[in-house]
């Protein structure tokens, strides 16, 4: 599954505000909110789009506590991240995790010193 850059910070926002209780609600303004407080200014509007496409990806579902909706992340970080790795393999190495980590390891290895 793609993410675009705006999609992961929204996640990684998501992942922020539930690591400590991962059953709080999480509304529009909450995303927006963390968003500013890593420096990521978006308008509320743009940020609803993104977390309605989401939704339609079906990395976010969405529900309604009287009236207003709230959004919970299907995944969490890791296993996004496992999902991102299985389609980088799929894409560019047929699947081949080692092809993958020896093209990483032979073409990144500036991005691997640290």
Same mark, same amino acid.
């Given at each position: 599954?793609?993410?675009?850059?705006?999609?992961?910070?929204i996640l990684n926002?998501?992942?922020?505000l539930t690591e400590i209780n991962?059953?709080?609600?999480?509304?529009?303004?909450?995303?927006?909110?963390?968003?500013?407080?890593s420096g990521i200014?978006?308008?509320y509007t743009t940020i609803k789009t993104v977390m309605d496409r989401l939704?339609?990806?079906?990395?976010?579902?969405?529900? $309604? !506590?009287g009236k207003k909706? &709230?959004?919970?992340a299907v995944m969490d970080r890791r296993e996004m991240a496992m +999902?991102?790795? $299985? !389609?980088?393999?799929?894409? &560019?190495?047929n699947g081949s995790y080692t092809q993958m980590l020896?093209?990483? +390891?032979?073409?990144c290895s500036e991005f691997l010193v640290g």
């Amino acid at each position: 599954m793609v993410c675009g850059k705006l999609e992961i910070d929204i996640l990684n926002a998501f992942w922020n505000l539930t690591e400590i209780n991962e059953d709080v609600d999480i509304s529009i303004q909450d995303i927006v909110d963390e968003l500013a407080n890593s420096g990521i200014e978006r308008a509320y509007t743009t940020i609803k789009t993104v977390m309605d496409r989401l939704t339609a990806k079906s990395i976010l579902v969405r529900y $309604k !506590v009287g009236k207003k909706f &709230f959004y919970k992340a299907v995944m969490d970080r890791r296993e996004m991240a496992m +999902e991102s790795v $299985k !389609v980088l393999a799929d894409q &560019f190495f047929n699947g081949s995790y080692t092809q993958m980590l020896h093209f990483i +390891e032979n073409e990144c290895s500036e991005f691997l010193v640290g």
